[in-house]
């Protein structure tokens, strides 16, 4: 059974980086493509982007000048980076596995909430 | 990008009764790339329906999925308490990746 869970601050200054970790159990990180996905409270959902071990990624448009994502592959874990954070960046922030037979997410992490305040 | 439009916003239902979700994109999204989750509150999004119309996992024969094109339409045959939810569609014809804005079914 695969099972994700992200980690990190819960608190970050506006102007910071914002530093999450998910840690990937039941499966190799080298095996699937790893996303992270936002829902700002009482809001929709929004895809932030997706890594893949061997370095190929893709990012959000709006937000593809702020992130960076990673893979650490000794620890089976892949993380996020979301730097100069806003207010608007205040949200829950979830990991997923992408599954690309289903063009789906069929795993996510329980989330963690991430408030951007002085 | 694609942007998908999902309506209604809320539909307020009672259990028994049937509920119909739709999803608009602004581009065509191929069938197999258009999916739909559920989102309980305080849980993650759940993985409902994907390729258009294939169950997830464990998902209940009352949830099924149609559309092409630019509309697609996910259907709960039967309401039960536990289907009072948001609902998200997807689609990832290419990046980036895009959700609906939701339709909650709440109780009437």
């Known amino acids: 059974q695969v099972n994700l869970q992200e980690s990190g601050p819960g608190l970050v200054k506006p102007s910071e980086t914002l530093s999450l970790t998910c840690a990937v159990t039941g499966a190799s990180i080298t095996s699937y493509y790893w996303n992270w996905i936002r829902q700002p409270p009482g809001k929709g959902l929004e895809w932030i982007g997706y890594?893949?071990?061997?370095?190929?990624?893709n990012y959000n448009p709006f937000l593809k000048s702020r992130v960076t994502m990673s893979v650490d592959t000794s620890k089976n874990q892949f993380s996020l980076k979301l730097s100069s954070v806003t207010a608007a960046d205040t949200a829950l922030y979830y990991c997923?596995?992408?599954?690309?037979?289903?063009?789906?997410?069929?795993?996510w992490g329980q989330g963690t909430m991430v408030t951007v305040s002085s | 990008e694609i942007v998908l439009t999902q309506s209604p916003g809320t539909l307020s239902l009672s259990p028994g009764e049937g509920a119909t979700l739709s999803c608009r994109a602004s581009q065509s999204v191929n069938t197999n790339s258009l999916a739909w989750y559920q989102q309980k509150p305080g849980q993650a999004p759940k993985l409902l329906m994907y390729?258009?119309?294939n169950r997830a996992t464990g998902v209940a024969d009352r949830f099924s999925g149609s559309g092409s094109g630019t509309d697609f339409t996910l259907t709960i045959s039967t309401l039960e308490p536990e289907d009072f939810a948001v609902y998200y569609c997807q689609q990832y014809v290419g990046p980036p990746l895009t959700f609906g804005g939701g339709t909650k079914v709440e109780i009437k």
């Open positions: 390729g258009t119309s």
């Open positions: 997923a596995k992408y599954n690309s037979n289903y063009r789906s997410f069929d795993i």
């Open positions: 890594m893949h071990y061997t370095g190929n990624s």
